[in-house]
């Protein structure tokens, strides 16, 4: 084998690119999301391009009632396990006034979508916005549903449609006695045209919801219980071979050459394949036979320019970063450097955040089938579109002859927003056309070849007056942008907005919750050759913590209360104030606790919602931390499944926790350290503390759920270890500190 | 290369054919040889629970374990044949209690836990903790431990014959208010 990349035909047309690109945009971007949302009201409501057939009449984009009542619904968005597949049938349930027990649901591809321009919106996954991104143009499509079926009714019984009443997915003309099921009219309702103005559908209100808003059970939860859910790495399919992938370790750098040590003679094995410039394949008749003869070549990589890169010396750049004069402002109030130096008195601190990989369980996968003028993919994505657009590109084919077949998550949690394992499966499948293949990364590759969380250390510095008052606060973030390493086109005069998650000025996405006469958040852009990804919680998990934090420690210095410090500073902020207040009153925050208990507090908005928790934790003589309660409090706006809300809390409280505790993936001679879960610990069941969840339905807006609350388990359970030790925790995870007395 | 050898395992109460090579984990032989892809692959090195199946009984990490190493008479059994029909009282509490999440973690969670409640039929939280070092990302830990108490009430009320089993679910179902009207009804 010769090391030359097998170039690549530049086929994808700026239109392909411009859909990925958007899609990417509109799903995973948080702080400037823009759905869809024209293009599914406009379109979604016209008629199918592909006539709909007699046993599956389709209503609109959304909804197929079929003649025996079983009612699909159409999902775009993907499930992942956050529960938005249930969630989303809700919503368009509600507005069908269908019988629930009827409901299934269905996802619409990729190809499809671009055949019939994108009646669905975005399919992307991302920025917690399956439900809030999506609310307003499904109960749209139910309703006008709602509206067909009950026309096609009323003009077979040739009265008005206004004499017709629907419960259940029964229409009924109360005058003349007689009712009607949704499946029987299906076929003539499919034949109607669309409402026409979409837009003015009256939707039901919150109060009338009768499927919406309960605590429904998920529809996709029995097959789970017996292994016949399939996933993508479960996929078999007629004649399929499956490859192993070994790409190189350290970001940037290349195959120099390759001994395959008789690889190719091993039992089963069919192919070895340069995957791109930078991987090695082995394509075999089981994956276990591709993995073990791919671990027995010899690669020798050419590393590149970062082949002495190291999170030590990141850690040295991102500190000289900390005072460096480059830094781009996010939010400016007053003059924050001008009232430090005027200070009384005067606090700082720096704090820290690693590199961590999502960890999906199900490591990264898609299977492919390529032939010169088509290319299928059959792919765990949290972006439809975007691995839509990814696999035209690397087939060299137009988006026309390429579908993508979503399959149901083993986890997102972000990682399966970027396509960079689409890609690849692609290039592979395309060296042996007509043959499908199913490309699995084995766990180390996957940990090898991560989306990051970025790094970022953020010295905080605050002013007080000789009242205690803060009158100034600087922070200052140094360190990896998302956005520079996915999107750098995103980047404006040098600013990442998302770097400045729940640090905005206003907003209703992602704001401050506290009032300071005089604020600097600045950032001074540093990025590292790790790639960098949007990991669930994205940038508000350090955010978070670095502000929660440092209030806890000028609490402490100013010895003020830090639940009434925070409370002073909120009086401009009702609905974060609102969250603090709920958890602070369900823990009691004013009474004593029992002896060797702890509390810790943190609060603050992301994502659209607005959250807040109290940890209650006990060390132990040899510094074993225990994290035995957490009351949670969520504002979401609306909640349209409660149940899932809190099994999305605590679920967040698990990754957050994990990260806090456990997780960090460092770097040492530019590749990742940690290779699989003995070195990159994840919370387990016994240290999972008992979670009370409070959601309050405020609303007037959306906000999402999936991500905020990450934010506060870290910061929560930090200012819990102060109180209980003194021991002011800066730099994560946990597990490099001792919290002996 | 060693040419692959022919062997018997005992699945789900069928004896059953296969050729691997050898040292082929029996993860790989349930999931691409005798095609029983409920077993998942998470880590490969018995740090993650995916794989958890039952070899007489004992919850045991199919992704270290040779093929080799299991004889035709050592009873195996996977999610898939756990039950039939789903009908395990820790699957029943799991659907009862909408435990999973993405539910890629929960065939080796729920074999984990049908061992527990198997040997420890009356678990303590204690017991709960030392017995599932599964990981879950996803975070479904606490409805593992609710499901593990609810699904162990459940047997203990079956084996005193009052037939009681339906409305213990149920009472475990309703502590959550979960809703169940669908086709995962409880």
């Given at each position: 084998m010769n090391a030359t990349t097998p170039k690549l035909k530049s086929s994808g047309s700026r239109r392909q690119f411009l859909q990925g690109s958007t899609a990417l945009a509109g799903s995973l971007v948080v702080g400037f999301y823009v759905p869809f949302l024209e293009a599914a009201t406009s379109t979604a409501l016209t008629k199918a391009t592909k006539p709909s057939d007699a046993s599956n009449p389709e209503i609109n984009a959304w909804v197929v009632i079929q003649p025996n009542d079983q009612v699909i619904v159409r999902i775009a968005r993907s499930e992942m396990g956050q529960g938005t597949l249930t969630g989303l049938a809700q919503l368009v349930a509600e507005e069908l006034e269908c019988d629930w027990a009827n409901v299934t649901t269905e996802y619409p591809t990729p190809g499809q979508s671009f055949e019939r321009k994108a009646p669905w919106g975005s399919f992307g996954t991302g920025g917690s916005q399956g439900i809030r991104g999506s609310q307003d143009y499904v109960r749209r499509g139910g309703a006008a549903a709602r509206m067909m079926l009950i026309q096609a009714a009323a003009e077979g019984w040739q009265v008005p449609t206004t004499e017709c009443t629907v419960s259940k997915g029964v229409i009924t003309h109360a005058a003349s006695n007689r009712t009607i099921t949704f499946g029987k009219v299906a076929g003539a309702a499919a034949k109607l045209p669309a409402p026409k103005e979409v837009k003015d559908i009256k939707l039901k209100g919150v109060s009338d919801w009768t499927i919406a808003g309960k605590r429904l059970a998920r529809l996709d939860t029995v097959d789970k219980t017996t292994g016949k859910q399939i996933y993508g790495m479960d996929l078999v399919l007629p004649g399929m071979l499956n490859a192993a992938v070994k790409a190189c370790p350290v970001f940037g750098g290349k195959v120099k050459t390759v001994n395959d040590?008789?690889?190719?003679?091993?039992?089963g094995v069919k192919k070895i394949l340069f995957v791109g410039d930078n991987a090695i394949a082995v394509v075999a008749d089981t994956w276990w036979r591709a993995k073990t003869a791919l671990d027995t070549i010899k690669i020798e990589w050419d590393e590149g320019q970062h082949a002495n890169a190291s999170t030590a010396a990141f850690n040295e750049i991102l500190k000289t970063a900390l005072e460096a004069k480059d830094a781009v402002v996010g939010s400016k109030i007053g003059d924050a450097p001008l009232a430090i130096a005027n200070a009384v008195k005067k606090i700082e601190a720096v704090y820290s955040y690693p590199h961590q990989n999502?960890?999906?369980?199900?490591?990264m996968n898609t299977t492919v089938k390529w032939t010169e003028d088509k290319c299928e993919a059959w792919v765990p994505t949290q972006n439809g579109q975007a691995a839509h657009a990814a696999v035209a590109e690397a087939a060299g084919l137009p988006l026309g002859k390429c579908e993508v077949y979503k399959q149901l998550l083993g986890?997102?949690?972000?990682?399966?927003?970027?396509?960079d394992y689409v890609r690849q499966a692609v290039l592979i499948a395309k060296q042996m056309p007509g043959v499908p293949i199913k490309m699995i990364w084995s766990r180390e590759e996957d940990m090898a070849q991560g989306r990051f969380h970025p790094i970022t250390q953020c010295k905080m510095t605050a002013a007080l007056n000789d009242k205690n008052e803060i009158t100034g606060l600087h922070m200052r973030i140094a360190g990896q942008s998302i956005l520079a390493g996915v999107r750098p086109e995103a980047i404006r005069d040098g600013k990442d907005p998302v770097v400045f998650q729940g640090l905005n000025e206003g907003g209703t996405e992602t704001a401050i919750g506290y009032t300071f006469p005089n604020l600097l958040v600045d950032h001074a852009m540093r990025n590292p050759h790790v790639p960098p990804g949007f990991w669930r919680g994205v940038n508000l998990n350090q955010n978070a913590i670095y502000l929660e934090c440092f209030l806890d420690e000028i609490a402490a210095a100013t010895k003020q209360d830090p639940l009434a410090l925070r409370r002073q500073l909120m009086t401009k902020h009702p609905k974060h104030l609102a969250v603090l207040d709920a958890v602070a009153k369900r823990v009691e925050w004013d009474k004593p606790l029992p002896a060797g208990i702890y509390r810790g507090i943190a609060q603050t908005m992301g994502f659209g919602s607005y959250v807040a928790a109290c940890a209650e934790v006990s060390i132990d003589k040899e510094g074993a931390l225990k994290i035995h309660r957490i009351v949670a409090a969520t504002d979401c706006g609306h909640a349209v499944n409660p149940q899932q809300i809190e099994a999305q809390v605590e679920g967040s409280f698990v990754y957050g926790l994990a990260a806090a505790l456990h997780q960090e993936c460092t770097v040492k001679d530019g590749r990742i350290v940690e290779t699989n879960f003995h070195q990159y610990p994840c919370l387990k069941l016994a240290e999972m503390p008992k979670v009370e969840t409070i959601i309050l339905t405020s609303g007037g807006f959306w906000g999402g759920v999936g991500e905020p609350t990450i934010a506060v388990a870290a910061p929560a359970v930090l200012n819990a270890i102060f109180a209980a030790t003194g021991k002011r925790i800066r730099d994560l995870p946990l597990k490099n500190h001792s919290l002996k007395a | 290369m060693a040419i692959p050898k022919s062997a018997t395992l005992n699945v789900n109460g069928k004896s059953l054919n296969y050729q691997a090579d050898a040292g082929t984990p029996l993860l790989w032989v349930l999931r691409e040889q005798l095609g029983l892809t409920g077993t998942k692959y998470g880590c490969g090195i018995a740090q993650c629970g995916s794989c958890t199946v039952h070899i007489d009984g004992a919850p045991i990490r199919s992704c270290v374990m040779p093929a080799s190493a299991v004889n035709s008479r050592q009873k195996i059994i996977t999610i898939e044949g756990l039950s039939k029909d789903g009908t395990h009282p820790i699957q029943q509490a799991w659907v009862a209690l909408d435990v999973p999440q993405c539910g890629f973690c929960q065939s080796g969670m729920i074999m984990a836990a049908a061992a527990l409640v198997k040997s420890k039929p009356n678990p303590t939280d204690q017991d709960i903790d030392d017995a599932m070092t599964n990981i879950c990302r996803c975070g479904t830990y606490n409805r593992v431990r609710a499901g593990i108490h609810s699904a162990a009430r459940q047997m203990a009320a079956a084996s005193t014959k009052t037939n009681t089993a339906k409305p213990t679910l149920k009472k475990a179902a309703n502590a959550l208010d979960i809703i169940h009207n669908n086709a995962g009804a409880v």
């Open positions: 040590m008789g690889a190719l003679k091993r039992p999502h960890a999906c369980m199900e490591t986890g997102g949690f972000g990682r399966r927003g970027a396509t | -």
